[in-house]
């Protein structure tokens, strides 16, 4: 049985008893509810709780009809709102339909079931919304990456290309290894972002296969940092590695090793020339590891932390030496942690780095959560 907590913003206390024991006698769900007399106690009352759905009466003695509604939109346009009005008005409902409320409830008609079916159904609208708003996120952050930061470098590639094509009698050793080396880093540019596409794409779409097993982290960094080690060197970074040889982590191992890169790459490409990037791994507790990814690069404004792992955000800016971002490898390094049952957390102080740590389980000795975490 669902359980729902509900605010009910209601001048009228014989209403607001009337409704709650609607609530109290209903077999569907329990309830429970905060009443709240007046407008502004509802706005203090919002500011230290969180609720699945708002019953919010029009006449209300202190703010104007639908202005009220507005501001509890304004609050948060995640809260799911039902009217509760005296007057039947078509008009009326449906200007709060359009303005966001989830129902309208005349109250000369409310009864349990109609009651009950209303606080279902807007719940269940609510969270329609809040999908459909997420999957148009998508969508325009799939076309902008096209559009631009897959552009920038095959175009790249393209220019280099047709320099070479028209002055190649002219290129002796040195300039022809100057090219070939800017070939090489927008064609790496271009891999690891439609990598990370694909990636994405699938986990979209829910065809990600996810098969986690016991995984030596110490092997896994190691694969992760022979990638980079051209990288490394040309911007004259230092990679230091700490981590138990025997450390195990309970994870999908692609999944994982994307994690890793993706973090590794971040660290590279904002860590200034002659700098140190160091990755880590340890017992976090008896069930997880900690692995860190820390840098001393450029850091992370406070404004962009809030919205690093939005979507909807756009939070990419080139690195050091004028690397490509799509700021997409973030949102798959959260996606991809949480689905194997971790958390991610970032300290960044702007001038002097960053730290991602990444916890996931541990998984010596727990053979039986293998077969458990491949079942949910």
Known sequence: MDHIKLLHIEDNEVDAVLLKEMLRTDGSATYT?????????????????????IILDLTLPDIAQLEGLKQLLEHSNKNC??????????????QAVQLGAEDFIVKK?????????????AISRRQTKIALSQAVKTKDRFFSILAHDLRGPINSLVGVLEILETDFDQ??????????????????????????LLDWSRLQAGNMPFKPEPILVADLFY????????????????????????????????????VIRNLVSNALKFSHINGTVYI?????????IALTVRDEGIGIPDKMMKQLFDLGSKNNRPGTAGELSA??????????????????????????????????PVAAGQMKRVRQLATQ
Not at 33 to 53: G, M, R, S
Not at 81 to 94: E, G, N, Y
């Open 33 to 53: 509810t905060v009443w709240c007399p007046t407008f502004e106690k509802a706005l203090e009352t919002l500011k230290n709780q969180q609720f699945d759905v």
């Open 81 to 94: 709102i039902v009217i509760l009005s005296s007057t039947d008005d078509c008009s009326l409902s449906r």
């Open 109 to 121: 008609d409310l009864n349990q079931q109609l009651l009950s079916r209303s606080i279902a159904f």
């Open 171 to 196: 290129f002796n050793g040195k300039a022809m290894r100057s090219m070939l080396t800017k070939l090489h880093g927008n064609a790496s540019n271009v891999s690891k972002l439609l990598n990370n």
């Open 223 to 258: 694969r992760v940092i022979n990638l980079f080690e051209e990288t490394a060197l040309q911007k004259k970074i230092d990679l230091e590695v700490t981590c138990p040889k025997n450390l195990k982590a309970l994870a999908d191992k692609n999944m994982l090793e994307s």
């Open 280 to 288: 880590a791994c340890q017992s976090a507790d008896e069930a997880s």
């Open 327 to 360: 700021g997409l490898g973030l949102i798959l390094v959260k996606d991809f942690v949480e689905r194997n049952k971790g958390t991610v957390n970032v300290y960044s102080k702007v001038d002097h780095g960053t730290t991602f740590t990444i916890t996931l």
